[in-house]
């Protein structure tokens, strides 16, 4: 815009200044002419020379009378006409639109010898270099828009690769979990030197925070087995007063009773959070052989039917075999079966169905108990949470089981769903891989 503006004072400046220059020469001239020449001949001679194409003058005495004019004058007749009938003109040059044509107008006082002959007119038409101006405007318009437009192209691909590596960065922190701190890290291999800077930095928290997190399983390991074992102690001391204590009465019986539940509750706890600390630390050594899963499963049923007194139906046709850790899949069978107790009524079944899909062994376990609502489904794996937090005394949990539950069975290299409806029942089922064969 600014170079256009300035290319149109440039012609004009120009315009103005070549009229203004014949505007200053001309009655000098006509003094020469009108020496050799009658008054009217001299200034038709002053016109012819200072006439180039597109330049009109004339001259009028001060009657209005017409006393001379260029003859060459090319604009369209009527405009020429009109121009001519104009009885003021700017004293300095000036310039003026009629209709789509465009002039530089000029009138003033021809004076020679002291004496007024009458006044000259000048009139430049332009059009032609405006025309070309507009067109060269119009250009320029169009290049410029074009430049701006590859410019931000250029700038927006530039911008977007810049952003690539962070992008780039963002996806792979989404995927970091607390299991992996140890060995994430972040690797860009095309990245500008401040972003790689930016992972550096990142792979040095994550170092950090890995460290710290290790240092926190170390703690909760070593405090649940700390405390594990002198809870036992008392634990133990406690039951053997209570079995051999004759002299007590209700009261204290009472007393010491809620003291080793809690004692047995609490040592529970610490068995749970030291599982879970060694299975994050990978201290648990999973000794995975091929398995028939019915025997297992008998085992466990039988067991749990021990304890509380509740039948537990094993459903399987065939003998359905997987890569498993023994103890461990029993303790995550104990588990399960545990919950479909604590959480259904005492005459409700619990059926435990074995079945082999394709490669996969699968383990199902049916209770007809509460169930559970579909927005707690995918937390309840959560480590400590739990469903009804009031229910958390009469149940004796502390929301840990199905966390180990789930840390083993993926250590196993399976997996554990859970499919439930609130009043009608849950279905826990964990698949396992086969023995290859
Ligand atoms: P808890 O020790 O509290 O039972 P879990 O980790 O074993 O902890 O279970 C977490 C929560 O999942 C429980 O508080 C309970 O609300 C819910 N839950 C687990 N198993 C069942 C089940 N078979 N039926 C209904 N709710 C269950």
């Given at each position: 815009?600014w170079?256009?503006?300035?290319?149109?004072?440039?012609l004009i400046?120009t315009h103005?200044?070549?009229?203004?220059?014949?505007?200053?020469?001309f009655?000098?001239?006509?003094?020469?002419?009108?020496?050799?020449?009658?008054?009217?001949?001299?200034?038709q001679k002053?016109?012819?020379n200072v006439?180039?194409?597109?330049?009109?003058?004339?001259?009028?005495?001060?009657?209005g009378k017409?006393?001379?004019q260029s003859?060459?004058f090319?604009s369209?007749?009527?405009?020429?006409?009109?121009?001519?009938?104009?009885a003021?003109?700017?004293?300095?040059?000036?310039v003026?639109?009629?209709k789509?044509?465009?002039?530089?107008?000029?009138?003033?006082?021809?004076?020679v010898?002291?004496?007024?002959?009458?006044k000259?007119?000048m009139?430049?038409?332009?059009?032609a270099?405006q025309?070309?101006?507009m067109?060269?405007?119009?250009?320029?318009t169009?290049?410029?828009?074009?430049a701006?437009?590859v410019?931000?192209?250029?700038?927006?691909l530039?911008?977007?690769?810049?952003?690539q590596?962070?992008h780039?960065?963002?996806?792979?922190?989404?995927?970091?979990?607390?299991e992996?701190?140890?060995e994430?890290?972040?690797?860009?291999?095309?990245?500008?030197?401040?972003?790689?800077q930016?992972a550096?930095t990142?792979?040095?928290?994550?170092?950090?925070?890995?460290?710290a997190?290790?240092?926190?399983r170390?703690?909760v390991s070593?405090?649940?087995h700390?405390?594990?074992?002198?809870?036992t102690i008392?634990?133990?001391?406690?039951?053997?007063?209570?079995?051999?204590s004759?002299?007590l009465n209700?009261?204290q019986r009472?007393?010491?009773e809620?003291?080793?539940?809690?004692?047995?509750?609490?040592?529970h706890?610490?068995?749970d959070?030291?599982?879970?600390?060694?299975?994050d630390?990978?201290?648990?050594?999973?000794?995975?052989?091929p398995?028939i899963?019915?025997?297992?499963?008998?085992?466990?049923?039988?067991?749990?039917?021990?304890?509380?007194n509740?039948?537990?139906?094993v459903?399987a046709t065939d003998?359905?075999e997987?890569?498993a850790d023994?103890?461990r899949l029993?303790?995550v069978?104990?588990?399960l079966i545990?919950?479909?107790?604590?959480?259904?009524?005492?005459?409700d079944?619990?059926?435990?169905?074995l079945?082999r899909?394709?490669r996969?062994?699968v383990?199902?376990?049916?209770?007809?108990?509460v169930g559970?609502a579909?927005?707690?489904?995918?937390?309840?794996?959560e480590?400590f949470?739990?469903?009804?937090?009031s229910r958390?005394?009469s149940t004796?949990g502390?929301?840990?089981?199905?966390?180990?539950?789930?840390t083993?069975v993926?250590?196993?290299?399976?997996?554990?769903?859970?499919r439930?409806?609130p009043?009608a029942?849950?279905?826990?089922?964990?698949?396992?891989?086969i023995?290859q064969?």
């Amino acid at each position: 815009m600014w170079t256009t503006w300035k290319m149109q004072q440039i012609l004009i400046t120009t315009h103005t200044q070549n009229v203004e220059y014949i505007a200053t020469r001309f009655p000098r001239d006509v003094q020469l002419y009108s020496e050799m020449l009658p008054v009217e001949a001299g200034l038709q001679k002053t016109i012819d020379n200072v006439s180039v194409p597109g330049l009109l003058v004339w001259v009028r005495s001060s009657n209005g009378k017409l006393l001379a004019q260029s003859t060459d004058f090319n604009s369209e007749l009527t405009t020429t006409t009109q121009l001519m009938s104009m009885a003021e003109m700017p004293l300095k040059p000036q310039v003026y639109q009629f209709k789509d044509r465009y002039f530089v107008l000029y009138g003033g006082a021809v004076v020679v010898k002291g004496l007024l002959l009458g006044k000259v007119y000048m009139v430049q038409d332009i059009t032609a270099d405006q025309h070309e101006l507009m067109s060269a405007r119009q250009s320029l318009t169009i290049v410029c828009i074009l430049a701006t437009s590859v410019m931000m192209g250029a700038i927006a691909l530039r911008i977007r690769r810049s952003l690539q590596p962070l992008h780039e960065m963002s996806q792979m922190a989404g995927v970091i979990s607390a299991e992996d701190l140890g060995e994430a890290k972040l690797l860009l291999r095309h990245a500008p030197s401040e972003v790689k800077q930016l992972a550096q930095t990142f792979n040095m928290m994550l170092s950090r925070l890995s460290e710290a997190w290790e240092q926190q399983r170390q703690f909760v390991s070593n405090v649940s087995h700390e405390l594990r074992t002198p809870l036992t102690i008392v634990s133990g001391y406690l039951q053997s007063v209570l079995r051999r204590s004759t002299n007590l009465n209700d009261n204290q019986r009472e007393a010491l009773e809620t003291a080793t539940s809690e004692a047995e509750r609490t040592i529970h706890l610490l068995q749970d959070l030291l599982d879970l600390a060694r299975a994050d630390s990978g201290y648990i050594h999973f000794h995975l052989e091929p398995l028939i899963l019915n025997d297992l499963a008998i085992e466990a049923a039988t067991m749990a039917e021990k304890f509380s007194n509740r039948s537990i139906t094993v459903k399987a046709t065939d003998n359905v075999e997987a890569v498993a850790d023994r103890d461990r899949l029993q303790q995550v069978l104990i588990n399960l079966i545990d919950n479909a107790m604590k959480y259904s009524d005492p005459d409700d079944s619990i059926i435990l169905e074995l079945e082999r899909i394709d490669r996969q062994a699968v383990i199902r376990v049916c209770d007809r108990g509460v169930g559970i609502a579909l927005q707690h489904q995918s937390r309840i794996f959560e480590r400590f949470y739990r469903v009804d937090e009031s229910r958390a005394r009469s149940t004796g949990g502390h929301g840990l089981g199905l966390a180990i539950v789930k840390t083993f069975v993926e250590t196993m290299g399976g997996e554990i769903a859970v499919r439930s409806k609130p009043g009608a029942g849950s279905v826990f089922t964990i698949v396992l891989p086969i023995p290859q064969k």
